[in-house]
């Protein structure tokens, strides 16, 4: 059974930074990824790192400001979050996927996180 398990969200000024933390029980089977939830707004798939080849993907409106990464030993992945605007506010979800390419759907996601870009 695929479990994941964010944290990090939180309430942060434009500008600044988060991090972002997925626990998952699939890392060795799927990529794994983000997608975002944002009231009023389209579901928006955010980054991807694959399972074997750590090919990673990152939607235009976060590339540069968002760095995808994972780590095997502690069945972690970590979406580094720079330069937060407004329109990063959402709820984060950590997400498996059959690879990383663009128009993949996720398959299994936890319960979210919220992260709140304000001043």
Aim: aromatic share 10%; charged share 20%; proline share 3%.
């Amino acid at each position: 059974q695929v479990q994941l398990v964010e944290s990090g969200g939180d309430l942060v000024q434009p500008g600044g930074s988060l991090r972002l933390s997925c626990a998952d029980s699939a890392l060795d089977f799927y990529a794994i990824g983000w997608f975002r939830q944002a009231p009023g707004k389209e579901h928006e798939k955010v980054s991807c790192i694959g399972s074997s080849d750590s090919s990673t993907y990152y939607a235009d409106s976060v590339k540069g400001r968002f760095t995808i990464s994972k780590d095997i030993r502690k069945r972690m992945v970590y979406l580094h979050m720079n330069s937060l605007k407004v329109e990063d506010t959402a709820v984060y979800y950590c997400a498996t996927y059959g690879n990383c390419a663009p128009d993949t759907v996720e398959r299994h996601w936890g319960q979210g996180t919220q992260v709140t870009v304000s001043s």
